[in-house]
Each structure stands twice: as C-alpha cells, then as structure tokens.
C-alpha cells in the first residue's frame, strides 16, 4: 500500500510540518539498522519509511506510528505558520483608541492603567525545564507511557534533590 | 554504526585496571554496586522515590518501558533503577549508566517523553557504554576460563548474577570459545 504523498507545499494558514527534521530524526535513530528492520521495528512499510526518511509527508497513521518509534511527540513537528503579529495588549489598546465613545485623552488613560495592570499580572512565558536525566529505557513507547513515565522521572527528580539538599545525597 | 577502532580491547584494559582497584581478580564476579560505591556514584532503588504500584502500573501498560536512569544533581551522580528487573539485568543496567560516566560521555542530545526535553546521550555514546558496561561485568579473561573449565551460558550468567542474554552476547562475540578449544 503506498499512502505517502510527495512534499506538501504548505499554503498560508495550514500549520506546517517539520519533514526535514523528521527525516533526519529517523536516520540518526534507525542508525545502522537497515531501511526494512527499521520500517518493521516501527511498524510503517518499507517504502514509507523510505520515502519519509528521505523528506515526504507520511499519512496520519504513519506519522504517528514514527513519531511512536522515535519516542517523540508529534507535536513537535508542526511549526505554527499563523504566528500572532501583535501582542495581546497592543491589540487591546488598539480597539480602544478607536473606540468612538472615547475621546482620544480617555482611551490614552485607560490604556496607561491595562499596560500596568497587564506588566504586574502577565506571566513571563513559561520555560519548559529540561531533566538531566539519562533515561534507559524501551526505545518506542506505547499509548500513555510517555506521560507516566514523565511524571515518574518528575518525581524521582524531585525527591533525589531534596534528598541532595538535605545531604542524604 | 561501529565502535571506533580499538574501542573493545581499550574497554578490556579499562574493565582490567578498575578491577585490581577494587581487589578483584581478573575471574572474580564484579558487583556493579561496589564499582558504583568505587566511583562515588550513589544507586537508589526507584520504589523509594515513587509509588511502586505506579512502577507496576507502568509495567502492565509496556514491559520493560522503564529500566533506569541517571540523574545529575548539583554535580553528583545518581543511578535509579527499577525494583521490577531481577539482580542480572539491574547489574546490566547501573553497568551500562557506570560505563557512560567512567566514558565520561556528557548528556547532549534531548529526547522528549510527553513533550517533557530530557537530555540523553548520543546513539555512538550509548553503543560504546553497552558494550563497556559487558566488559565491565565479563571481561574476556573471565570468559575464557569459564569456556576452559567449559561452563554452559546458564551457569556463566548465574555464576556472575548476569542475564543469559548479557552472558550469551559477550561470550559469543569475544571469541573465547574458540581459544580455549585451541589449547
């Protein structure tokens, strides 16, 4: 059966997926199995796994059953096209200033009070933390492994450096 | 991909001197734990971080989903590993994570489990600690007087609490069968 089509041109708005790094990811892990021992380890054809190594777009089951085999979210691979060109603020103070029940000195007043309320409030973005932990484990997880798995190794994290602090370590 | 040219007799060496540091001889069994104690490497049980159900729990979704892992904090190392493998593959296991810090191998690449980044080692890296850490546990001379004294893999793996597998693996692909017949 052969259900990869060729490299999708990705138009404006459709979120696009990352086919170079999938590609790559899948070489640097197949390593030095053969093309066929890969694709039957992964569970796709032999031409899928071809083809998809080589930069094509796999169809959603392929996709998924690699993504499997590489040990990583799928999510990873879709890079946002629709990125957001102004801040959430800027936008705000923006529908104010044109707001025609506002005169231009009231808008200005309510802006100065959300830009300080929203500096005070707002988050910085969350960086995701990386564990340094190195991991010997199955190489291709199932459904509703990885998220156990991680808040295990979360957890173990978590007690061995209370344990470090406390000189128990 | 292949070890680098004279990689397995530079693990025959490495594996020969750490023995006569611990007092060992070249046929004694090597207790990894003792190795990790040698190198200041503390060994923690996982069932006394988390919940053990959670672990079994883990299992019953996948088998052998997770073994071990080494942790580093505040520069100290620390290997966790699994109460649900037997003593062979746990020594197996803090072999392999032994071999990666006496290689000194650094953890490089990030591997992402549920989207969480955790930093591991590069697939060359671990070949070479797979294949330190059997050297660790059977270096050849304690292979070839096992084959002299012609010891079947069984009695190799519970002679040294290594798993048949491991036992198999290196007495196969060292060749010492082949010496001691030739004697």
């Known amino acids: ?116 309320m929203y500096d005070v409030l707002a988050k910085a973005p969350a960086q995701r933390q990386v564990v340094a932990c190195h991991l010997r484990a199955a190489s291709v997880l199932r459904p509703g492994v990885p998220h156990r798995l991680n808040s295990l190794l979360g957890e173990m994290h978590d007690k061995l450096a209370a344990r470090v602090a406390g000189g128990e370590l | 991909m292949t070890l680098r040219r004279g ?33 200041g490497v503390s060994i923690v049980d996982a069932g006394e971080l988390v919940d053990i159900a959670e672990l079994e729990d883990l299992e019953r979704l996948q088998a052998f989903a997770f073994s071990a892992a080494t942790f580093e904090i505040e520069q100290r190392k620390i290997i966790v590993v699994s109460p649900l493998r037997n003593t062979g593959r746990q020594n197996s296991d803090i072999a392999h994570e032994l071999a990666h810090v006496m290689l000194e191998h650094d953890l490089s690449e990030i591997r992402e489990v549920d989207g969480m980044p955790f930093r591991t080692c590069k697939p060359d890296e671990e070949e070479e600690a797979t294949a330190f850490g059997g050297t660790l546990l059977l270096p050849r001379p304690l292979l070839l007087s096992a084959a002299r004294r012609q010891a079947s893999i069984e009695q190799i793996a519970n002679q040294y609490d290594v798993t048949a597998e491991m036992a198999r693996f290196r007495y196969n692909t060292t060749g010492v069968a082949k010496q001691a017949a030739s004697r």
């Open chain 1, 1 to 116: 059966m052969d259900n990869v089509t060729g490299a999708s041109d990705t138009s404006a708005g459709v979120e696009g997926l990352d086919l170079a790094r999938l590609g790559e990811m899948l070489r640097e892990r197949r390593g030095k199995l053969s093309l066929r021992q890969a694709a039957a380890e992964a569970g796709v054809s032999f031409s899928t796994f071809t083809r998809v190594e080589a930069g094509a777009q796999p169809d959603l089951t392929s996709f998924t059953l690699l993504c499997a085999w590489l040990g990583v979210s799928p999510g990873q691979f879709f890079t946002p096209v629709t990125e957001r060109q102004v801040a959430p603020i800027d936008e705000a103070i923006a529908h104010l200033a044109a707001d025609p029940r506002l005169a231009p000195d009231a808008a200005s007043k309510i802006a100065d009070v959300l830009r300080n």
């Open chain 2, 7 to 39: 990689f397995k007799a530079e693990a025959e060496r490495e594996a020969a001197r750490v023995r006569k540091e611990l007092g060992l001889a070249s046929h004694d069994r090597l207790d990894p734990r003792d190795l990790a104690k040698h190198l």
